[in-house]
T-cell receptor, first 113, second 111 residues
């Protein structure tokens, strides 16, 4: 069974440019999460989806970040425009239900220069 | 305030030795507690999940304990291997609704 797939693995962009990350969760998993992880820190939730509905986006900086999960499967996370402080690893995770095991992708390491 | 605190922040041990990582939390109501292993440059991988009624759970050389009364958990690694070098993250699920992550313990196993 394939795990959570994220792309790209690495991205380097100049500040003020847009960037998008893609996540394909494990088949059948209704819950999808996007996390931001800074070096030496635990992941911080950006947004959680239950199927195609964003049920928790309270920590998503909506002035520059947006996300979508069309048809309740794949998801994209977009930043426009990117700032230097957005440099981090962006992790996607999925689970069958909120209280069951969450499986993480390998993450996308974003560097904004 | 709901928080998850891990200690130590980093740890260096020799291969073959045992070690114990600590997690204290103030999250309430508590739904379950998880330990994840995160290798450098990789996403976290689940080691154990425990509910409040479980005191201990093992996964190979990893044994997690939970004391829901004192809100403490530990992860014990037996006979450490070089491949155990990673960050170990404690995560508490609040009210089946929100995860609280610790900052992790960075373990370095030296030959």
């Amino acid at each position: 069974e394939a795990g959570v797939v994220q792309s790209p693995r690495y991205k380097i962009i100049e500040k003020k440019q847009p960037v998008a990350f893609w996540c394909n969760p494990i088949s059948g998993h209704n819950t999808l999460y996007w996390y931001l992880q800074n070096l030496g820190q635990g992941p911080e939730l950006l947004i959680r989806y239950e199927n195609e509905e964003a049920v928790d986006d309270s920590q998503l900086p909506k002035d520059r970040f947006s996300a979508e999960r069309l048809k309740g499967v794949d998801s994209t996370l977009k930043i426009q425009p990117a700032e230097l402080g957005d440099s981090a690893v962006y992790l996607c995770a999925s689970s069958a239900l909120m209280n069951t095991e969450a499986f993480f992708g390998q993450g996308t390491r974003l560097t904004v220069v | 305030k709901n928080q998850v605190e891990q200690s130590p922040q980093s740890l260096i041990i020799l291969e073959g030795k045992n070690c114990t990582l600590q997690c204290n939390y103030t999250v309430s109501p508590f739904s379950n507690l998880r330990w994840y292993k995160q290798d450098t440059g990789r996403g976290p991988v689940s080691l154990t999940i425990m509910t409040f009624s479980e005191n201990t759970k093992s996964n190979g050389r990893y044994t997690a304990t939970l004391d829901a009364d004192t809100k403490q958990s530990s992860l014990h690694i037996t006979a450490s291997q070089l491949s155990d070098s990673a960050s170990y993250i404690c995560v508490v699920l609040y009210n089946f609704n929100k995860f609280y992550f610790g900052s992790g313990t960075k373990l370095n196993v030296k030959p």
